[in-house]
């Protein structure tokens, strides 16, 4: 083979080595700092959930919130149902499962619905788990038309991903918690930018199911870094294998 050709081939491969190894590492490398974001997320959550219930945020305070700072904190609130025309009853979100509740198994849906706040705003709240075949009592508790002392969780809504279907408005489903979506297709009014996953009360049929959440997060960034790194050291060694075998060969 020509020295010129060879030579051609051997900067061209250590190249295309180069850049391989490098976006390996890369790639290792970002899923350190994503694992470092994980191990942060957890421990903010778990502190979040594990603290003592405080009082909704007033009003003038809701532009200021953020999901950074914000997202699953306990909150308590006082309201009473909105009242609604049976046409326009809760939306439904589907569900076949829960990262953050290890009681929801199966297909159903979580339960949406405003309440009025008693300085009059409308804040929606996600009312619990409602397996399929089961039915919702419209009451949050037994005396519906009392002031509802609910305690839950500060959430944002989803932003709906390129395949996530859209909301079929005829049966109220969503497949994506988007509280202003609901709002704006089922008349609820303008309402809070985000809503409460429900802790307590439950219902007196038991039917929607709120309860506790919990940190269910996986952190297997160590091990997909060690992939990635393990795959760079094996292209580096594969080239270098091929080199030496290069230069041994006759010209």
Same mark, same amino acid.
Do not use: C
């Given at each position: 083979?020509?020295?010129?050709?060879?030579?051609?081939?051997?900067?061209?491969?250590?190249?295309?080595?180069?850049?391989?190894?490098?976006?390996?590492?890369?790639?290792?490398?970002?899923?350190?700092?994503?694992?470092?974001?994980?191990?942060?997320?957890?421990?903010?959550?778990?502190? &979040?959930?594990? *603290? =003592?219930?405080?009082?909704? #945020?007033?009003?003038?305070?809701?532009?200021?919130?953020? %999901? $950074?700072?914000?997202?699953?904190?306990?909150?308590?609130?006082?309201?009473?149902?909105?009242?609604?025309?049976?046409?326009?009853?809760?939306?439904?979100?589907?569900?076949?499962?829960?990262?953050?509740?290890?009681?929801?198994?199966?297909?159903?849906?979580?339960?949406?619905?405003?309440?009025?706040?008693?300085?009059?705003?409308?804040?929606?709240?996600?009312?619990?788990?409602?397996?399929?075949?089961?039915?919702?009592? &419209?009451?949050? *508790? =037994?005396?519906?038309?009392? #002031?509802?002392?609910?305690?839950?969780?500060?959430?944002? %809504? $989803?932003?709906?991903?390129?395949?996530?279907?859209?909301?079929?408005?005829?049966?109220?489903?969503?497949?994506?918690?988007?509280?202003?979506?609901?709002?704006?297709?089922?008349?609820?009014?303008?309402?809070?930018?985000?809503?409460?996953?429900?802790?307590?009360?439950?219902?007196?049929?038991?039917?929607?199911?709120?309860?506790?959440?919990?940190?269910?997060?996986?952190?297997?960034?160590?091990?997909?870094?060690?992939?990635?790194?393990?795959? =760079?050291?094996?292209?580096?060694?594969?080239?270098?294998?091929?080199?030496?075998?290069?230069?041994?060969?006759?010209?």
């Amino acid at each position: 083979m020509p020295s010129s050709l060879r030579t051609g081939r051997v900067i061209g491969l250590s190249a295309f080595t180069l850049v391989m190894v490098g976006a390996l590492a890369g790639l290792g490398f970002w899923q350190l700092a994503r694992k470092t974001e994980k191990v942060a997320l957890i421990a903010a959550l778990e502190e &979040r959930l594990a *603290a =003592a219930p405080v009082p909704l #945020p007033p009003p003038a305070q809701w532009p200021r919130l953020s %999901p $950074e700072h914000d997202e699953f904190r306990r909150v308590t609130l006082t309201a009473r149902r909105l009242d609604m025309p049976d046409a326009a009853p809760d939306a439904r979100v589907f569900a076949s499962g829960s990262a953050l509740r290890s009681d929801v198994s199966g297909l159903g849906a979580f339960v949406f619905a405003p309440v009025r706040l008693m300085s009059d705003e409308i804040v929606v709240v996600d009312r619990g788990f409602l397996p399929d075949g089961q039915r919702a009592a &419209r009451e949050f *508790a =037994a005396d519906d038309n009392a #002031p509802l002392s609910l305690i839950g969780y500060l959430r944002f %809504p $989803e932003a709906p991903g390129v395949f996530t279907p859209r909301p079929d408005l005829v049966k109220r489903l969503w497949f994506a918690r988007d509280p202003l979506g609901m709002a704006t297709n089922l008349g609820w009014g303008k309402v809070a930018p985000f809503y409460i996953d429900l802790e307590s009360p439950a219902p007196p049929t038991g039917w929607p199911k709120p309860a506790a959440l919990e940190v269910h997060l996986r952190d297997q960034h160590l091990q997909y870094a060690i992939t990635w790194f393990g795959l =760079a050291v094996v292209v580096a060694a594969a080239f270098a294998f091929w080199l030496r075998s290069q230069r041994r060969s006759p010209a």
